[in-house]
């Protein structure tokens, strides 16, 4: 079990400092709450519209994550310039939470960021038969490795990305972005949970793994509009265009552990 969350800003050309500042106060406050589902490792992100990122993670409980030196750097790059805040609360299951490098969000396949909820089984044999690269113990790079190899001039290509998924036994959720496309941040919401809700008006867009967690930080703060995922859906968000794109996806253990296949037409949500 891992704590992902994320805050998603869509462009606004007068956007104002304070409402920047907001954000990242509901950030952290999502990474408070999100502390007891990985309380081992605690790690952030940020990414900008020219697709400059900055990564923080430490091998600390959020409570003390964000009093840290490695936190309030890096909020000190949190500006007007920002489309995706990522953050990870981390319980291992595949590699050591003391190895940093193996604590998320994920940066061992650039430019791909990657945080994943779950457990990939056998995914030493299936980065053999890909033949992909491989330098952690984490079990979680696979998935990192997959989005990079589909990466193209104009960002992933999700449906073949999804399409190299479908063998994959275990479980996930995830969140990922290519820092060379940073406008696109794709959610996928596989058999483990992650809850969404945006505020149109803001172009502001939130997930958390616990709709609980979401309450809290949110506070009952009007505007917001649940977002529901299904278990085997991606979402796919340009912040630019501010445009949803829904996709659906399966994998080996969406199957045998959620007990469905789910499949379907891709649908497009614009506001």
């Known amino acids: 079990m891992c704590g992902l969350i994320g805050v998603l800003a869509g462009y606004q050309s007068k956007r104002r400092l304070k409402d920047i500042e907001a954000l990242a106060d509901l950030f952290t406050a999502m990474l408070l709450l999100s502390e007891h589902r990985g309380p081992h490792a605690t790690g952030v992100a940020w990414v900008k519209r020219d697709g400059s990122m900055r990564v923080a993670k430490e091998p600390l409980p959020a409570r003390q994550f964000v009093q840290s030196g490695?936190?309030?750097?890096?909020?000190?790059?949190?500006?007007?310039?920002?489309?995706?805040?990522?953050?990870?609360?981390?319980?291992?299951?595949?590699?050591?939470?003391?190895?940093?490098?193996?604590?998320?969000?994920?940066?061992?396949?650039?430019?791909?960021?990657?945080?994943?909820?779950?457990?990939?089984?056998?995914?030493?044999?299936?980065?053999?038969?890909?033949?992909?690269?491989?330098?952690?113990?984490?079990?979680?790079?696979?998935?990192?490795?997959?989005?990079?190899?589909?990466?193209?001039?104009?960002?992933?290509?999700?449906?073949?990305?999804?399409?190299?998924?479908?063998?994959?036994?275990?479980?996930?959720?995830?969140?990922?972005?290519?820092?060379?496309?940073?406008?696109?941040?794709?959610?996928?919401?596989?058999?483990?949970?992650?809850?969404?809700?945006?505020?149109?008006?803001?172009?502001?867009?939130?997930?958390?793994?616990?709709?609980?967690?979401?309450?809290?930080?949110?506070?009952?703060?009007?505007g917001w509009e649940t977002l529901p995922l299904a278990h085997g859906e991606g979402l796919v968000v340009n912040t630019h265009t501010w445009t949803l794109q829904r996709v659906p996806f399966t994998f080996y253990g969406l199957d045998t552990i959620a007990g469905a296949s789910y499949t379907g037409a891709v649908m497009r949500k614009e506001r």
């Open 70 to 222: 490695a936190y309030l750097d890096w909020l000190l790059g949190v500006d007007r310039e920002i489309t995706y805040l990522m953050g990870h609360t981390r319980w291992p299951s595949r590699g050591s939470a003391r190895n940093n490098e193996e604590n998320h969000p994920l940066s061992c396949a650039p430019p791909i960021l990657l945080t994943h909820n779950g457990t990939v089984l056998d995914h030493i044999r299936h980065t053999a038969r890909l033949h992909l690269p491989r330098t952690t113990q984490v079990d979680s790079e696979l998935l990192a490795r997959i989005a990079q190899r589909h990466l193209g001039p104009h960002g992933i290509d999700f449906g073949a990305m999804v399409g190299d998924l479908a063998p994959l036994d275990g479980s996930l959720s995830l969140a990922l972005v290519a820092t060379t496309c940073p406008d696109e941040v794709m959610l996928l919401k596989g058999n483990m949970p992650l809850e969404v809700r945006f505020q149109p008006r803001t172009r502001v867009l939130v997930y958390a793994s616990e709709t609980r967690i979401l309450d809290r930080a949110l506070a009952g703060e009007a």
